[in-house]
């Protein structure tokens, strides 16, 4: 992990297709000078995505300066849902901008009350109120918050335990990261709050107990009395591997918070708005939340964030005590709602069902083609993870998975660096207006990577 792409330009074999075209070596001479200047600059905790300046970017696609075209299967990290640049988005934003109204606070604005009614609307009975926020990890500190305080509300000051899952990711800030599941990641916190825990992720290949009682069992063995559960929190499917819960895992999971009167949290920020084909990922497991948290793909574009949960939960803090300076910027908002109706509208949550169908069955025969190294292949809908391993093992094998990202992106195909356990999971996320032709153009990258990586 920590890996960085070489600055050094790699002669590549030219191409074009309808979706990718490559003139130039990667990275391309002409950009170093803005890679040395980022390097200079930025922290280098910024380098670890593939070397291109992204210049401009349309539909599925992403160009450089330099007439080079890729295909994305990035999504921007799973932002870019409707597409990149959708007009229909940067006309609404266009139209806020010359109002203008750029900023409010929590001071009361029309388009802030349009998007929080349109969320409660989409998402199911019991999940009526709305906080709009910034970021994913913003909303996450806000539901751990309020779970919290629910939690103390009704069980005093001991019922304050927050379980969440191994391997699990949930943002970077202090609390999201103590509720997160990747120990490197905690190092700095030092002193680590005792009252968060976590227990096996079932959808884990390498756990060899899926079933609920390993959850049950973890609890006992670390001495927590389920009824000092607050909460227990999960992304729907963990983002690092796109790897979903076991069937019937979620609804068991859900009865017992109802037996111990902790509430359910999913982090719904890579999956909702149509990224697993269906409009909120917990949709697949036949249960609603207590409390559900969005962001990246409700604008396409912009920062926006969201908290969504029943009024006695998310009325819990006084006027003027629950806050964000850029709650529900009018200028996100209208992006969300533009975005909210492309979304809609042109049917991508289904598309992204149908077209996910195609890419995971070919997805799938890739792992029949190299089998020795890809360990496990998750995923549904727009969002896919390739699991890779040591040639026999279950070990992750980070510098194969990277090697063949590298390789992708030389062959006009836009993802970004491996992520996961060991940073091994090659991750496949494209818009999801993605078509079936552009899914096989893609494919032909991604093979001709695997054969050049990983055929020997």
């Known amino acids: 992990m920590g890996k960085t792409f070489s600055m050094t330009p790699e002669a590549v074999e030219s191409l074009e297709t309808r979706y990718r075209r490559i003139v130039t070596p990667i990275p391309v001479p002409e950009s170093l000078g803005i890679l040395e200047e980022l390097r200079r600059f930025e922290p280098r905790s910024m380098t670890g995505q593939p070397l291109i300046i992204w210049d ?21 990290v799973l932002v870019t849902n409707a597409g990149h640049g959708r007009q229909e988005i940067r006309e609404a934003m266009a139209h806020q901008l010359e109002r203008p109204l750029l900023h409010n606070y929590c001071f009361p604005s029309e388009i802030r009350a349009k998007l929080a009614r349109r969320l409660s609307e989409l998402a199911p009975p019991g999940l009526d109120k709305v906080f709009l926020l910034t970021t994913g990890s913003e909303a996450i500190e806000c539901a751990i918050k309020l779970a919290r305080t629910y939690g103390l509300g009704r069980g005093g000051k001991k019922k304050n335990v927050i379980v969440s899952f191994e391997k699990a990711f949930h943002g970077r800030t202090l609390g999201s990261q103590m509720v997160g599941g990747i ?14 825990c976590q227990v096996p992720f079932p959808g884990d290949f390498r756990v060899e107990d899926p079933s609920f009682s390993l959850f049950e069992k973890t609890l006992r063995q670390r001495g927590i009395d389920g009824d000092r559960v607050a909460a227990v929190i999960s992304e ?4 690092g591997g796109a790897s979903f819960f076991p069937e019937g895992y979620v609804k068991e999971l859900k009865a017992w918070c109802e037996t111990h009167g902790a509430l359910l949290i999913l982090d719904e920020i890579q999956a909702g708005f149509g990224r697993t084909g269906r409009m909120f990922g917990f ?11 969005f962001g990246k793909g409700i604008t396409s574009c912009m920062p926006l964030s969201a908290v969504i949960g029943p009024q006695e939960i998310m009325d819990l803090y006084e006027p003027g005590t629950m806050t964000s300076t850029h709650s529900g910027n009018p200028v996100c908002c209208a992006a969300a709602l533009a ?18 169908e195609t890419l995971g069955r070919a997805l799938g025969d890739l792992k029949g083609e190299f089998p020795a190294v890809v360990g496990a292949v998750h995923g549904r809908g727009m969002v896919y993870g390739l699991h890779m391993v040591e040639k026999g093992s279950k070990e992750p094998d980070g510098e194969l ?56």
């Not at 401009?56 to 921007?76: C, F, H, I, Q, T």
């Not at 916190?189 to 968060?196: A, E, G, Y």
């Open 183 to 196: 120990p490197e990641g905690k190092k700095w916190i030092v002193n680590l709050d005792p009252d968060m």
């Open 56 to 76: 401009r970017a349309e539909g599925v696609n992403v160009y450089d300066p330099y007439g080079n075209k890729w295909l994305d299967w990035s999504s921007g």
């Open 283 to 293: 949709e697949h497991y036949g249960v609603v939340p207590d409390l559900a948290v």
């Open 236 to 239: 729907t499917f963990q983002g």
């Open 339 to 356: 975005n909210l109706d492309l979304i809609v509208g042109e049917g991508l949550v289904e598309n992204a069902a149908s077209v996910g």
């Open 401 to 456: 998975a990277f090697r063949i990202v590298e390789k992708a992106v030389q062959r006009g195909l836009m993802l970004f660096a491996p992520v996961g356990f060991g940073g091994a999971t090659i991750k496949i996320c494209p818009p999801l207006t993605m078509t079936e032709e552009a899914v096989r153009d893609g494919l032909e990258a991604l093979r001709e990577a695997f054969e050049a990586e990983a055929g020997a």
